[in-house]
Nanobody
């Protein structure tokens, strides 16, 4: 069982920055694929960024060039550095862990952290 706890959300002005953190339990963090999703009111949950166990990354077009996902396996933590924030980035941000097993992949979710971008 994997437990995920997000932190770092808050209120920020347009153009500002935030860094989200997601701390994971367990002893196999380095083998997990990790991702950040977000969901705004009335919108579908969307993938923001992901990072594989090998370190490859992928970003939604809307955040490319502004957000950076990274991981620190020694700390069992994944980060999302968010720069040049826009009001459209306002959402609840969720951390996700993908754990590959022999015949299936298990997905674990954090409770989310609110990011509000407003003047």
């Amino acid at each position: 069982q994997v437990q995920l706890v997000e932190s770092g959300g808050g209120l920020v002005q347009p153009g500002g920055s935030l860094r989200l953190s997601c701390a994971a339990s367990g002893s196999s963090f380095s083998n997990y694929a990790m991702a950040w999703y977000r969901q705004a009111p009335g919108e579908q949950r969307e993938l923001v960024a992901r990072i594989s166990s090998g370190g490859s990354t992928d970003y939604a077009d809307s955040v490319k060039g502004r957000f950076t996902i990274s991981r620190d396996n020694a700390k069992n933590t994944v980060y999302l550095q968010m720069n040049s924030l826009e009001p459209e980035d306002t959402a609840v941000y969720y951390c996700n862990a993908g754990v590959r097993m022999v015949f299936r992949t298990l997905n674990f979710w954090g409770q989310g952290t609110q990011v509000t971008v407003s003047s």
